[in-house]
């Protein structure tokens, strides 16, 4: 700003607005306007394909940390042995579940051979449940329906233990 004083003593203000939009940052434009006014001062604008092209190409600094937090330092011996051991518990309570379904699906496949495929409500006539507990205490039955409902219900919990189980086993990158 200039001021010049009169011979009055009233002071004249030239009013220069000054920009308060920032032309630049880091050396680059940042709006249309500082855009226009470097090609205006005979340098040549990068295309905005170009531009956007090396934005992708380039992984920003954020993009950096992510990817350097995501990857997990090597295993030593002693934590190796442990992931394998781990691993190794996991398989063969998955291996004990697949013994578990695979007995029980035999069981009910062989009773249901054992009658005609009319009587299906009848399967497993002449089949016992007994479930006792470590206090000796005995629940039995002989009933065909709370059987049949015994074997769906054990068929499809033991499925979904063994679906976690599976789900478990994960080898790291």
């Known amino acids: 700003?200039?001021?010049?004083?009169?011979?009055n003593g009233q002071a004249n203000v030239n009013s220069v607005k000054a920009e308060k939009t920032p032309r630049f940052v880091a050396g680059n434009p940042v709006n249309e306007v500082a855009k226009k006014a470097e090609v205006k001062n005979g340098e040549e604008a990068e295309k905005p394909e170009e531009v956007k092209e090396q934005l992708k190409t380039e992984p920003s600094k954020l993009e950096i940390k992510e990817a350097l937090a995501q990857q997990k330092p090597a295993l030593n011996l002693d934590e190796m042995l442990k992931l394998v051991a781990d691993l190794s518990k996991r398989t063969a309570l998955r291996d004990r579940y697949k013994g578990y379904i695979d007995a029980l699906a035999g069981f009910e496949q062989e009773q249901?051979?054992?009658?005609?495929?009319?009587?299906?409500?009848?399967?497993?006539?002449?089949?016992?449940?007994?479930?006792?507990?470590?206090?000796?205490?005995?629940?039995?039955?002989?009933?065909p329906s709370v059987i049949k409902g015994t074997i769906a219900f054990i068929s499809g919990r033991l499925a979904e233990r063994l679906a976690e189980v599976e789900a478990g086993i994960v080898l790291p990158a």
Do not use: P
């Open 1 to 7: 700003m200039e001021t010049k004083v009169k011979e």
């Open 112 to 143: 249901k051979e054992n009658v005609d495929e009319l009587e299906d409500e009848t399967a497993f006539q002449g089949c016992e449940l007994e479930i006792s507990d470590s206090h000796g205490n005995v629940f039995s039955t002989k009933s």
